[in-house]
């Protein structure tokens, strides 16, 4: 049983480009939450996806934008790329919104922007 | 605005003794708890739970205790073992859903 798919592992873009990051959820969850989390830092939440929508959204900026497709899988768009953007992104499946204890996470894909 | 806080950084145990991780939180309305341990280029794994109905839960070897009152919680591993070496987040929320984790502390056991 797959559990929590990130696509790619590794990342170096140019700042002031753009980026997607993909994931693809455990079988059987159908709620996609994004994390940054910086070197040093905890997880921060980003946005949640549910039913194809933007259920929840953390302190980030408009640049940062997803989409969740009808399979539950779900991309994470960065425009702009900033420095300080650098990090690694995780995502996190559960089934349902109220994931608890079934918040799965993937292994990340690091970002580097230089 | 630090909403959860894991105030050790590293942590150091003999195997067989007890680890003691420890988290502060400021938003009285986090009614669900998790810790969660993550293995460098792996992503974090979850641990073990409580809700803010409880003061203590335990699985196996770890146990997590809640003090509300003092907004802390705790996370005991006994006995601590190598393969328990990783780090440790903390996270709280309202009602499961967006988690706030504090910043980690790496425990390290000693054989």
């Known amino acids: 049983d797959a559990g929590v798919t990130q696509s790619p592992t590794h990342l170096i873009k140019t700042r002031g480009q753009q980026v997607t990051l993909r994931c693809s959820p455990k079988s059987g969850h159908d709620t996609v939450s994004w994390y940054q989390q910086a070197l040093g830092q905890g997880p921060q939440f980003i946005f949640q996806y549910y039913e194809e929508e933007e259920r929840q959204r953390g302190n980030f900026p408009d640049r940062f934008s997803g989409h969740q497709f009808p399979n539950y899988s779900s991309e994470l768009n960065v425009n702009a790329l900033l420095l300080g953007d650098s990090a690694l992104y995780l995502c996190?499946?559960?089934?349902?919104?109220?994931?608890?204890?079934?918040?799965?996470f993937g292994s990340g894909t690091r970002l580097t922007v230089v | 605005d630090q909403q959860v806080k894991q105030n050790s950084p590293s942590l150091s145990v003999q195997e067989g003794r007890i680890s003691i991780l420890n988290c502060d939180y400021t938003?009285?309305?986090?009614?669900?708890f998790l810790w969660y341990k993550k293995y460098p280029a792996e992503g974090p794994t979850f641990l073990i739970s409580i809700s803010s109905i409880k003061d203590k839960n335990e699985d196996g070897r770890f146990t997590v205790f809640l003090n509300k009152s003092a907004k802390h919680l705790s996370l005991h591993i006994v006995p601590s073992q190598p393969g328990d070496s990783a780090v440790y987040f903390c996270a709280a929320s309202v009602t499961g859903n967006q988690f706030y984790f504090g910043t980690g502390t790496s425990l390290t056991v000693i054989p």
């Open positions: 938003n009285s309305m986090f009614d669900y």
């Open positions: 996190a499946s559960s089934p349902g919104r109220f994931g608890g204890t079934g918040y799965t």
